[in-house]
């Protein structure tokens, strides 16, 4: 089975650290994203990544950089955290055929900063 | 850009009862997709349906391109389809998938 991995389920960081959250998968997917979740607001897109060392900034990429070293991992780093990053995190790929654009999605990172 | 709103934000049902979330959006798109979210977090995707109708099971969606809407409708709901439905359209900036808020469905035994 196809399978998106974030690395962690729950952090908790300190105001001011810098904080990397992982992802990995296993299905040799071009386009890897991260999005930030928040109640109300839906998922919002933070940056897109449609190929190895290439970066595209999504909706709210303020405070936050990425890192596709390789094609598998997708890395999304905070600077440094601040209270108002405490949010769902969420990974995914897509992967098109034809005209259809189909979305896998991590379990989540669910990160408090403190 | 585009805007998206999902109704209503929260649902809570009895099981074996049938519901309909709504997704309207303001300009016309050529995508839209429905997602289902568990209590633990897990997104996966339902149906992608820029226009017409399409069943799986239970659940059924209708997309009404020129009126801006589509509907997901749930039938003879269970536990298991608690959680929070999104619907999401692609954006004309960037061609990236823009959410609606959702909407949470507390479905009880």
């Known amino acids: 089975d196809v399978k998106v991995t974030q690395s962690s389920r729950y952090l908790v960081k300190r105001t001011g650290e810098k904080v990397f959250l992982e992802c990995v998968q296993d299905?040799?997917?071009?386009?890897m994203f991260w999005y930030r979740q928040d109640p109300g607001l839906g998922l919002r897109l933070i940056y897109f990544?449609?190929?190895?060392?290439?970066?595209e900034k999504g909706d709210i990429p303020e405070g936050y950089s990425v890192s596709r070293e390789k094609k598998e991992r997708f890395s999304l780093i905070l600077e440094s955290a601040s209270t108002n990053q405490t949010s769902m995190y969420l990974c995914a790929t897509k992967k098109t055929q034809g005209i259809i654009d189909g979305y896998t999605f991590g379990s989540g990172t669910r990160l408090t900063v403190v | 850009g585009i805007q998206v709103e999902q109704s209503p934000p929260d649902l809570i049902l009895q099981e074996g009862a049938n519901s309909t979330l709504r997704c309207n959006f303001s300009d016309s798109v050529n995508n839209l997709q429905w997602f289902h979210q568990n209590p633990w977090g897990q997104l996966i995707n339902l149906f992608y349906i820029p226009s017409g109708t399409k069943q799986n099971g239970r659940l059924s969606a209708t997309t009404v391109a020129t009126e801006r809407y589509s509907l997901l409708y749930i039938s003879s709901s269970q536990t298991t389809d608690s959680g929070v439905y999104f619907c999401a359209v692609p954006s004309q900036r960037n061609y990236q998938l823009i959410w609606g808020a959702g909407t949470k469905l507390i479905i009880k035994p």
């Open positions: 990544s449609y190929d190895v060392k290439m970066k």
């Open positions: 299905m040799d997917h071009e386009n």
